[in-house]
């Protein structure tokens, strides 16, 4: 790569280099165990002109989503982060009036996780959803879902269709498409002119400061503070008005986001632009100027508009696959069974990274049904029903998606009950045990 996708300049700066590695859902069927695989460098850089820290587009979006493996539904403590979202949305911007006939777009809808809670509420929604097995899931739950990936005539022919959208919801998407500024402005031709566009995205600080490089896989083309976040919406032309800090897949942030001819010309793309325009009360109070602010006064801090925020990260990415994997060989050293939980897109970034075989991790379970009998890209390892845990009772089990640990923890109490401990790889390698 040698041009940032954002602002075009040269001036790129390594942060992490991982080798290369498949595509982290490209999970295989037991009948392609002969076939090879292809790997791709997941080098992620930063541009030190705007700041944007991004992967090369290697693999396009049609080839991951096409057919996609991730399913929301079946995270229970998404489903309610979803549901809270929409009940606060609601009320937040009016959306349940009675003299309105409000509607709401969410891109990346995934199988309806968040817009079955609007169909519930009466509120005329649509997914855009380019996966075409977890859009007719969607349907199949009775969420609207239109099959295909957003771009600006996309985004035109929705509203030419429908009509504007007084909300635009874009969740966990806005790092998976390389054409930022043609999603984003896909985004403006979908929502009203004095409408709101939510995007809810991981935030790059709690990546670098918690070692959540997991989270770095080819699906994600970039990784964002507010500061490059806010320039990326302008030149779509949306304007960031508010910003939330959420504790969702390790830290995120929630952008709030209106047409710029609704609040004023952000300057330079980075600052908030709180314009005095009427409607809704979300983002216009001072409090919201106050909280993005605050957000890149603290991305300043550490240092991340400056190459001294991230030259230690790679030394700290080293020493959690050196701690993981002196655990795994220990306890299989001791006679020691230890099996995985999950089979998220970022834990095969770990297990991939940190060389992990079935010989260190003979199986890991996940309670999708789509992955049962498949195996893990590249380290090939098994993925079985929850249930292969009560019976094989392993000594410890290998949480993969860290970033449910609350959730997880409970769920999971009942490995207790042969004194079998949880272990949570980051930020750092954890030890738990549960009682029953």
């Not at 240092?303 to 299989?332: N, P, W």
Request: hydrophobic fraction near 40%; include cysteine.
């Amino acid at each position: 790569m040698t041009r940032c996708r954002l602002c075009g300049s040269e001036a790129m700066a390594s942060v992490v280099d991982l080798g290369a590695t498949p595509p982290c859902e490209s999970f295989l069927a037991a009948d392609r165990l002969d076939e090879p695989e292809p790997a791709y460098p997941l080098h992620l850089r930063v541009c030190t002109d705007c700041w944007l820290a991004q992967l090369p587009p290697l693999i396009t979006p049609e080839e991951t989503f096409k057919e996609y493996a991730y399913f929301s539904s079946y995270s229970t403590s998404w489903v309610e982060h979803a549901r809270t979202f929409v009940a606060e949305a609601v009320q937040r911007l009016g959306l349940d009036s009675e003299d309105k006939d409000a509607f709401v777009v969410e891109v990346a809808s995934n199988d309806g996780y968040l817009l079955r809670h609007m169909v519930d509420r009466g509120i005329r929604c649509l997914g855009i959803e380019p996966s075409e097995n977890v859009g007719a899931a969607a349907r199949e739950a009775g969420v609207p879902t239109l099959t295909q990936f957003l771009d600006p005539a996309t985004g035109s022919h929705v509203r030419a269709e429908h009509g504007p959208a007084d909300l635009v919801v874009a969740n966990n998407v806005y790092a998976h498409i390389p054409d930022v500024v043609g999603f984003t402005r896909g985004l403006r031709a979908l929502v009203a002119d004095d409408g709101w566009v939510s995007i809810e995205v991981q935030h790059l600080l709690t990546l670098i400061e918690e070692n959540q490089y997991d989270t770095i896989y080819h699906e994600h083309f970039q990784y964002y503070t507010v500061a490059s976040a806010s320039r990326a919406l302008a030149g779509g032309g949306l304007a960031l008005v508010d910003v939330e800090l959420l504790p969702t897949h390790g830290g995120s942030l929630r952008l709030w986001a209106r047409p710029t001819e609704a609040t004023g010309e952000p300057a330079n793309g980075m600052s908030p632009a709180l314009g005095a325009h009427p409607g809704r009360r979300l983002g216009e109070e001072p409090r919201a100027r106050g909280r993005v602010a605050d957000v890149l006064a603290r991305e300043k801090a550490a240092g991340l508009q400056e190459l001294s925020g991230y030259t230690e990260f790679s030394a700290r990415v080293a020493k959690v696959r050196r701690d993981l994997l002196k655990f795994l060989i220990e306890a299989a050293e001791r006679g020691e069974t230890v099996v995985g939980y999950g089979a998220p897109g970022k834990g095969n970034t770990l297990l991939n990274h940190c060389g992990i075989r079935p010989d260190l991790l003979p199986y890991t379970v996940d309670r999708n049904p789509y992955k049962h009998g498949r195996f893990t890209p590249g380290t090939r390892i098994p993925i079985l029903p929850p249930e292969q845990l009560a019976a094989d009772r392993p000594d410890h089990v290998l949480v993969l998606p860290w970033n449910l640990r609350a959730e997880l923890v409970e769920q999971l109490s009942f490995v207790g009950d042969w004194g079998g401990r949880l272990v949570f790889p980051i930020p750092e390698l954890s030890i738990v045990e549960v009682k029953p």
